[in-house]
């Protein structure tokens, strides 16, 4: 399955996720091609330090949308592609074959703002398909606020439960320095610490999208 994950806007984390459930999907033994078509190349990075620190297992990680429809058709385990705006072409590419596709949405009403853009777009493109694909396309509130009395992710999450052709992953993922500090070092912020409030909640949060893996 072509799992894609992106936003319009900037700083909403998709690289961090990409790169958590593809971490993820390779420790409950799936096969995993890992796809970085956002010039900026932060997947790619922290995939580097990975191998570099020799953290198993390692990724090889795929640039250009050309290789993308491959890897479709040889149904050969799971596809996760981070994708950014600098190349529209890519993402466009991108969307048209996924199967799957998740929006990290940062609790601010300029990143719902975005959502409902790039939501527009993913419509857009799939009514260019040629044949009727099913994919389901999931936002969540990433980077959410840890302090309770903030509003803001409870506001941004109001604002995604009324996206028309989505859906709403309760489990948010927050601000934590964990993610920041384990991705620096090529880790999965639950390889780090298997017992943290980032990796609990990871876990809750992937489960929504994998619920037949334990």
């Known amino acids: ?6 936003n319009l806007k900037g700083g909403s984390g998709k690289s961090t996720v990409a790169f958590n459930l593809a971490v993820w999907l390779a420790q409950h033994k799936k096969t995993v091609n890992v796809f970085d078509l956002d010039p900026q190349q932060t997947l790619t990075d922290v995939v580097d330090v990975r191998a570099e620190e020799g953290h198993m297992p390692l990724f090889t990680v795929h640039h250009g949308s050309d290789a993308l429809e491959e890897a479709l058709c040889s149904h050969k385990g799971e596809v996760i592609v981070d994708v950014g705006t600098s190349d529209m072409v890519s993402m466009r590419c991108a969307l048209s074959l996924a199967r799957r596709v998740i929006i990290p949405v940062a ?22 398909r040629t044949e009727a694909i099913d994919t389901k396309v999931f936002v969540f509130v990433n980077r959410a606020d840890t302090h309770h009395s903030i509003l803001e992710s409870d506001e941004a999450e109001d604002a995604l439960k009324e996206l028309e052709g989505t859906r709403l992953i309760t489990s948010r993922l927050h601000q934590r320095t964990a993610y920041r500090r384990s991705f620096s070092e090529g880790l999965a912020v ?25």
């Open 1 to 6: 399955m072509i799992t894609v994950v992106g």
């Open 107 to 128: 609790p601010s009403q300029a990143d719902v703002w975005s959502t409902q853009r790039f939501v527009s777009l993913i419509k857009k493109i799939f009514s260019e």
């Open 190 to 214: 639950f390889e780090e610490s298997n017992s943290s409030k980032a990796s609990k909640e990871f876990k809750k949060f992937v489960a929504h999208l994998y619920p037949k893996l334990k």
